[in-house]
């Protein structure tokens, strides 16, 4: 029996169009300001970015997997306070610093993923208490911003790969690089990454077929807050400093740039390389603000907001016109 | 065993590949299974059969581990096994297949055939090679598709063949299909039957689990029929017709049986017209289409076996599921019946046969729940008073002796018999010309059956025209004025007056012509 499947290229539809509006907007920012289309505004959106970036593509995970986390923006903030006081007020090695923190924010996330498995409880309200309890510390350990002026932090801001037109390939850019290109290969090719979409696409049936759900869920959220960890030590890099009140809301952003991405919301579906252009697309927004200079820079927020929909729509479109395509596949197959 | 078609040269001096003896499992007091031995042999389909709650997911579940058993030896090519749990049962070689797919709709069909033991290298999954081996998997049963597309792109039918495929790759020697067929059209299920016959060519052993009678003659070289929990008994497919194999099934002796015959039904009037008609009506995998009077004064009855189309009828004379094929009259006008609302305001009742989910409300009073039909027929706008509400209530628990008579009682503390009446009383206070009644009187105790039955009859002679499904064959016989037997979800035989005996709806029942249409 030969039957014809719907073809998977339909399933990169949401990437490319994206892609496309990146590159649209891109295109645009260069017609309107002569000094856009360089390398160098390039490699800055890498860098201003970096962070974001690292933290949604572990919310890619997370939400591919059907769950979110809404407590990586406050691990960020905790593991800015968390550096500067380790390293400023009890003499802490910086790399020392970074290691106890990745593994503390591991842990964080290990519990959080337990408490969702073993109480059954939705991941929306335990990475919820993760968030108060994460902002909440980090307040505890200070309320003042505190500069990091440990040498490391300026050795690694002079850090930089050097390219043609001044522009500079930073070393928050090259981890983010990293970050990306390593969950692109943890996604798309292991049976890690399987396993996170056959999460997304029927939790039961993932048991059934004999996947050890729990500590596939418990890795997730794991993951999430580690890479929470370090794009908090990225963000301590970018900013040299820790303060309780950094990245608060980021991870709306994260969470914005998954589903611009293509990433549907609801789980199974989804790629890295696709939150690595949704990033780029907000990134690309703040930039054409900072460009221009007299709009307000709260018009990004509007932009984001504007773009969400039109994606949400897209998607909801896209996997509609599949169904019906599907049904008359199905209908025509005898 | 040379008799059994499928399988040319099985014979029965093959070893038994799965020995099942003395399965029990009680319930909180309840005994779901006593004492089931069942043999399974290599190479052969066994047909695993029984009305509802005769033990059959019990015992499957015992089988695999889902379910511990209070008592029983499991015994797989002569060593003992006592696998945990459904993994452990797989890993041991029983797989289960379920009517609902088990898998993962948005991975590739190649993922879902491996996942969880891709061929990976330096930690990657070999996707090529993955792709490749599920191919060949595939084409062991014949499916050639494109394996890297997501398996919900495809139809249940090859869905399911991507499960069998899986769990018989897991090294399965012992397949369960647990109504694979339920959601499959005629043509898919000639498929599968192929891939089933594949298999048992290959020495696996398969049981299976089925409602269509059609399908055991069709496939299966043995029958094993539960009932209650007990074995029922035991035969080959060749050994067992039919007529023995429903008697078997439903558990009842011809001749007791025939005492019933005609008892006490009503002396029939002058025929009154039909007031509601349906002609050639039915929906495609539901039931096929099919016609119907209703009269008032006059019981219809549907008989059948589990799954044999009965509610499902019932369900589109009510309008809760949408016929998509003829045509249905009521006092001569054509309607739609596209939801209950439209059948409610046509004076249609209907009470379903799952009385907890669909019937009942039981954090309601008797009283609200007596009111709840009347009400949504007057609309939100128009509430009964309190009073209005009091006087219904307190008419109708009087009329059909609800015990105990308290109008401000949860409906839900009342004993199965109470609330099956106080569920009557809600349609009877819409006052219907049609009353839809599926299953009234399971699990109910004897004296209220008998009360139902009484009932039903009144309400009958005061001229209300009533649609019956019931199992308990003597029971129709006393109060139908004409009986529809059902099979594979098809009408295949209509009896009137004498003909209306249990032996007679039996044989309508068992009778060998396959239906026309079955699942079409």
């Known amino acids: 029996m030969n039957v014809a499947g719907r073809n998977s290229v339909s399933r990169l539809l949401p990437v490319a169009a994206t892609s496309a509006v990146f590159l649209i907007g891109f295109l645009i920012c260069s017609l309107t300001f002569p000094n856009f289309a360089s390398l160098r505004v390039v490699m800055n959106l890498l860098t201003d970015n970096a962070f974001l970036g690292i933290v949604a593509v572990g919310m890619t995970f997370v939400i591919i997997s059907g769950g979110i986390d809404l407590s990586v923006g406050s691990v960020i903030g905790f593991t800015t306070v968390f550096l500067a006081i380790a390293i400023e007020q009890w003499g802490v090695p910086p790399l020392m610093a970074f290691a106890l923190i990745l593994v503390i924010s591991a842990l964080f996330g290990a519990a959080m993923g337990a408490a969702i498995e073993y109480f059954e409880l939705p991941p929306f309200i335990v990475t919820l208490a993760g968030m108060f309890l994460a902002r909440g510390a980090s307040f505890l350990m200070s309320t003042e911003s505190i500069p990091i002026t440990a040498d490391l932090y300026s050795h690694l801001a002079e850090q930089a790969i050097r390219l043609p037109g001044g522009a500079r390939l930073t070393v928050p850019a090259m981890a983010m690089l990293a970050v990306v290109a390593g969950g692109m290969v943890l996604l798309h090719l292991t049976r890690f990454g399987a396993n996170i979409y056959a999460l997304g696409g029927s939790r039961v049936s993932t048991a059934l077929m004999g996947v050890n759900v729990t500590r596939t869920t418990v890795a997730i959220y794991t993951l999430s807050s580690a890479l929470a960890g370090l794009s908090g030590i990225v963000f301590s890099l970018y900013t040299s400093s820790g303060y309780s009140l950094s990245a608060v809301g980021v991870e709306l952003d994260a969470i914005a740039a998954v589903v611009i991405g293509g990433t549907l919301l609801s789980g199974g579906y989804g790629f890295v390389f696709g939150t690595f252009v949704g990033v780029l697309i907000q990134g690309l927004i703040q930039t054409y603000i900072s460009f221009d200079g007299s709009l307000s820079s709260w018009w990004a927020k509007i932009a984001t907001g504007l773009l969400l929909f039109a994606f949400i729509g897209f998607q909801q479109a896209t996997l509609g016109l599949a169904r019906r395509s599907r049904r008359l596949a199905a209908a025509g197959a005898h | ?520």
Not at chain 2, 105 to 122: D, E, I, K, M, W
Not at chain 2, 438 to 456: K, N, Q, S, Y
Request: proline share 4%; with cysteine; hydrophobic share 45%.
């Open chain 2, 1 to 520: 065993m040379s008799e059994t078609a499928a399988i040319p040269g099985l014979s029965i001096d093959t070893a038994p590949l799965l020995e099942l003896t003395g399965f029990s499992k009680s319930f909180a007091g309840f005994r779901a299974l006593d004492r089931v031995d069942l043999t399974l042999h290599a190479g052969e389909v066994h047909a695993l059969l029984g009305e509802n709650g005769a033990g059959k997911s019990t015992l499957i579940k015992c089988m695999t581990g889902v379910v511990h058993r209070d008592a029983g030896t499991l015994r797989l090519a002569g060593a003992d096994i006592a696998p945990r749990s459904a993994e452990e049962a797989v890993k041991s070689g029983i797989a289960t297949v379920y009517q609902e797919v088990n898998l993962a709709p948005n991975l590739s069909v190649a993922q879902n055939l491996f996942l969880g033991r891709q061929p990976t290298r330096f930690g990657l999954v070999r996707e090529g090679e993955m792709r490749r081996r599920a191919r060949e998997v595939l084409a062991g049963f014949d499916l050639h598709i494109d394996v890297a597309a997501p398996l919900e792109s495809y139809s249940v039918a090859v869905q399911h063949i991507v499960a069998i495929a899986r769990a018989v790759d897991q090294s399965a020697r012992v397949l369960i299909l647990d109504e694979p067929t339920a959601s499959l059209d005629a043509h898919e299920v000639e498929i599968l039957f192929a891939v089933m016959r594949k298999l048992t060519a290959r020495g696996i052993g398969i049981l299976f689990v089925t409602h269509f009678l059609d399908q055991v003659y069709a496939i299966c070289n043995r029958i094993t029929v539960l009932r209650n929990g007990r074995l029922a008994g035991s035969a080959t497919t060749a050994q067992l017709p039919r007529l023995d194999l429903v008697r078997m099934m439903l558990g009842r002796e011809l001749a007791e049986a025939t005492a019933h015959t005609g008892a006490g039904r009503a002396e029939a009037g002058p025929e009154q017209p039909a007031f509601a008609s349906f002609e050639d009506y039915g929906k495609a995998g539901y039931v096929a289409p099919f016609d119907l009077a209703l009269r008032p004064g006059h019981v219809v009855g549907l008989a059948g076996l589990l799954g044999s189309g009965r509610t499902e009828t019932t369900r589109l004379v009510f309008g809760a599921a949408h016929a998509d094929t003829g045509a249905a009259t009521v006092d001569g006008r054509k309607v739609a019946l596209a939801s209950p609302a439209e059948a409610l305001h046509l004076g249609f009742g209907y009470c379903p046969e799952e009385r907890k989910t669909e019937g009942i409300v039981a954090e309601l009073t008797v009283r609200e729940n007596i009111v709840l039909a009347l009400q949504a027929r007057r609309g939100a706008l128009k509430p009964l008073s309190r009073r209005e509400q009091d006087e219904i209530a307190a008419r109708f628990i009087r009329l059909l002796d609800i015990r105990p008579p308290d109008p401000e009682r949860p409906i839900g503390l009342l004993s199965g018999g109470n609330q099956q009446k106080a569920l009557l009383a809600r349609w009877l206070a819409t006052e219907p010309r049609l009353l839809i009644l599926d299953e009234p009187t399971r699990g109910i105790d004897v004296g209220a059956h008998a009360e139902i039955i009484a009932l039903i009859r009144r309400l009958c002679a005061e001229g209300m025209a009533l649609l019956v499904v019931s199992s308990e064959l003597e029971e129709i016989v006393t109060y139908a004025d004409e009986v529809i037997v059902l099979r594979d979800r098809a009408h295949v035989a209509r009896l009137t007056g004498e003909e209306i005996t249990v032996p007679g709806i039996l044989k309508a029942i068992a009778a060998d012509a396959p239906a026309s249409g079955q699942a079409a």
